[in-house]
């Protein structure tokens, strides 16, 4: 079967959520939006490229920074409505420069830092 973007479900704006996760450790690095036309540009270059809701643009990601993903998996879930990227990030995830863009948890009411941005 093959698989056409379009088959999504998209939100109002068109968008989806995209959760990039490291292919390897399987450690949860960062969501972003996609739409139709991201998806495809994704799966034809191995570039994992989203759309910025900001912007209104695409984005490939590692593009200016250098820390890029290279899709190894693309995946949907059962609903058709968040897509799961396993990649090979190159550096941070995180514009912050943190390895994954979840480094805050809150334990017992408080807010806990996890990780520090990569040197």
């Not at 989806?16 to 996609?34: F, G, K, R, S, Y």
């Not at 998806?39 to 034809?44: F, P």
């Not at 490229?49 to 190894?72: M, P």
């Amino acid at each position: 079967m093959t698989f056409d973007p379009q088959s999504l479900k998209y939100d109002a704006a068109g968008l989806i959520p995209a959760i990039a996760q490291d292919a390897d450790t399987h450690e949860v690095l960062m969501m972003a939006w996609m739409n139709a036309d991201a998806v495809a540009k994704t799966l034809e270059s191995g570039k994992v490229t989203y759309w910025s809701r900001s912007r209104q643009q695409f984005w490939i990601k590692g593009e200016t920074s250098g820390h890029t993903q290279a899709l190894v998996d693309f995946r949907y879930d059962c609903d058709r409505d968040c897509i799961l990227v396993l990649v090979r990030q190159e550096g941070p995830a995180c514009h912050t420069n943190r390895r994954s863009c979840f480094y805050r948890s809150v334990r017992e009411g408080e807010v806990i830092e996890l990780m520090k941005p990569m040197v």
